[in-house]
């Protein structure tokens, strides 16, 4: 390719940009908090990690990832001052780690964010045929019910992005409102159904360290699945450099607070003591355990309520990530690590539609591959998925870590403080990575079956997609030598 024809090629592909100034720090926060799914992670993830994890201990551990992400969130931050771009993760590592290892990491993310949206489509089907069936006696299959949130969500990935924030700001403002009066009622009437004293034995270091604490570690991480989403919409926030750190703090901050006085309260409400019998009691369906204390403490019309909710509450998740992949994949078709048609935007909505529709399409394969072969949607799909898309995305964690690192080493210029671009960072990377190898070792005690085959195989599809974005970073650099210069680059970086 001559230099005229690369000039031409980057020009166009800078030609096309998301649509600037559309989101500030409660927008942004929205859409990591709804990643989050602060519903399902309490109603679904918490019961399982109290059962497999530390029990009782589950509050502690929530403090424990908490005080870790914001560990990891003083470099992520602090190089979000001085870069922007919608590739987050991926273009940290890029900037930081050269472009080699950036093509790993966007390919890694593809992977993670695409397992983590296609699994929570299992989950949606469970939860809202299972409603529909309760409530108004409509057996309808999971798979029909998820292709028609699959075309809601399809239509609102497509639109500009404001849209999704509006929908996201009611069904996330309805989540928190639910649990929130059933954590005033608890609260109120007092732990054990009513009546005993609240007790801190669950913040205890007795407690924290009791079962497998690893496991809780790993199942609460989990609950924080989204936190990139900061960056992810960097370039349509309004003043970036501000609002991103705002955000990234404000969520973490919001989700781990919540997450740990509701689990507290949760545990309290049954009491720590009892805690694991009982959960052992609701086997297979450990998640029915918000729900039984909903019945106890507020009634059934506001369990009801709580378990329309957790369908919305997943909705809410899928739609967060999947505005999250169509940026990635804009991103990365933006800077030719995928076809260059995914790196534009809509001409009136200046959304990532292509993106959107692209991710859109592999989703509806991937439910039907399941749905065909009779698959459980929240056994296989989900749990299968969305284990192999934390682990992906933790590792993601830990190279941006050490990215950082390698940035401001590059660019001491940039930042004096030591602490936010060197001791942070290198700690934070350090207990990201440590985590990641421990999940991969345990991966298949995270799917439930110990002796499958998935249980190594699922954990290599990250090794394959680090070898396959390596290789295309390789062919980017044979190919259009002047855009494998500024990987990563975008809006004026350093």
């Given amino acids: 390719m001559s230099q005229a024809e690369q000039s031409s090629t980057a020009e166009r592909r800078e030609a096309h940009h998301l649509r600037r100034g559309s989101l500030g720090v409660l927008g942004?926060?929205?859409?990591?908090?709804?990643?989050?799914?602060?519903?399902?992670?309490?109603?679904?993830g918490a019961p399982v990690a109290m059962?497999?994890?530390?029990?009782?201990?589950?509050?502690?551990?929530?403090?424990?990832?908490?005080?870790?992400?914001?560990?990891?969130?003083?470099?992520?931050?602090?190089?979000?001052?001085?870069?922007?771009?919608?590739?987050?993760?991926?273009?940290?590592?890029?900037?930081?780690?050269?472009?080699?290892?950036?093509?790993?990491?966007?390919?890694?993310?593809?992977?993670?964010y695409n397992a983590m949206q296609i699994g929570l489509y299992g989950l949606?089907?469970?939860?809202?045929?299972?409603?529909?069936?309760?409530?108004?006696?409509?057996?309808?299959?999971?798979?029909?019910?998820?292709?028609?949130?699959?075309?809601?969500?399809?239509?609102?990935?497509y639109r500009q992005v404001d849209l999704s924030v509006k929908?996201?700001?009611v069904l996330v403002a309805a989540e928190f409102l639910i649990v929130l009066i059933l954590?005033?009622?608890?609260?109120?009437?007092?732990?054990?159904?009513?009546?005993?004293?609240?007790?801190?034995?669950?913040?205890?270091?007795?407690?924290?360290?009791?079962?497998?604490?690893?496991?809780?570690?790993?199942?609460?991480?989990?609950s924080f699945i989204g936190f990139e989403a900061t960056t992810i919409y960097?370039?349509?926030?309004r003043d970036p450099r501000r609002t991103v750190p705002r955000a990234t703090y404000v969520a973490v901050l919001t989700i781990g607070l919540f997450y740990s006085v509701t689990t507290w309260l949760m545990v309290n409400g049954q009491g720590p003591d009892s805690l694991v019998g009982f959960l052992g009691d609701l086997k297979p369906d450990p998640t029915a355990f918000l729900f039984v204390l909903s019945d106890t403490y507020i009634g059934g019309a506001l369990t009801t309520i709580m378990t329309l909710l957790?369908?919305?509450?997943?909705?809410?998740?899928?739609?967060a990530f999947h505005n999250a992949v169509a940026r990635y994949l804009f991103a990365l078709g933006r800077e030719g690590l995928v076809p260059e048609r995914l790196g534009r935007t809509h001409k009136v909505h200046l959304s990532p539609h292509a993106g959107s529709i692209s991710q859109t399409a592999l989703a509806v394969v991937i439910v039907a591959i399941f749905a065909i072969t009779g698959q459980d949607p929240v056994l296989a799909l989900f749990t299968w998925l969305t284990q192999l898309g934390t682990l992906a995305i933790i590792t993601l964690m830990a190279l941006a870590s050490f990215a950082v690192v390698a940035f401001f080493l590059r660019h001491p210029d940039l930042d004096h403080n030591r602490l936010r671009t060197f001791v942070a960072p290198t700690a934070g990377g350090i207990a990201t990575a440590a985590v990641a190898i421990y999940a991969a070792s345990q991966f298949g005690l995270l799917i439930g079956n110990e002796d499958s085959v998935l249980s190594w195989l699922l954990p290599a599809l990250i090794v394959v997609?680090?070898?396959?974005?390596?290789?295309?970073?390789?062919?980017?650099?044979?190919?259009d030598p002047q855009l494998y210069a500024v990987m990563g680059r975008h809006r004026g970086d350093a």
């Fill in 28 to 44: 942004i926060s929205f859409f990591v908090i709804s990643a989050a799914a602060p519903l399902t992670a309490m109603a679904g």
């Fill in 234 to 237: 960097s370039e349509e926030a």
């Fill in 124 to 157: 949606f089907g469970a939860a809202a045929t299972g409603f529909l069936a309760d409530q108004f006696g409509w057996d309808l299959p999971w798979w029909l019910v998820t292709l028609i949130a699959m075309a809601v969500i399809a239509v609102l990935g």
């Fill in 51 to 112: 059962l497999l994890g530390n029990g009782a201990g589950i509050p502690a551990a929530y403090v424990l990832i908490s005080l870790l992400l914001l560990v990891f969130s003083v470099g992520y931050t602090a190089m979000a001052r001085h870069h922007t771009s919608t590739g987050a993760f991926y273009s940290y590592v890029s900037r930081g780690l050269r472009q080699p290892a950036g093509g790993a990491a966007a390919w890694i993310a593809l992977l993670g």
């Fill in 310 to 319: 957790f369908a919305t509450s997943v909705f809410a998740a899928l739609l």
């Fill in 465 to 479: 997609a680090a070898v396959a974005g390596v290789l295309s970073a390789f062919v980017l650099r044979a190919r």
């Fill in 183 to 222: 954590d005033v009622a608890i609260a109120v009437k007092g732990g054990q159904g009513g009546g005993a004293p609240l007790t801190l034995e669950p913040f205890s270091w007795s407690a924290l360290t009791s079962g497998s604490l690893a496991i809780a570690l790993l199942f609460n991480a989990a």
């Fill in 167 to 169: 929908v996201l700001s």
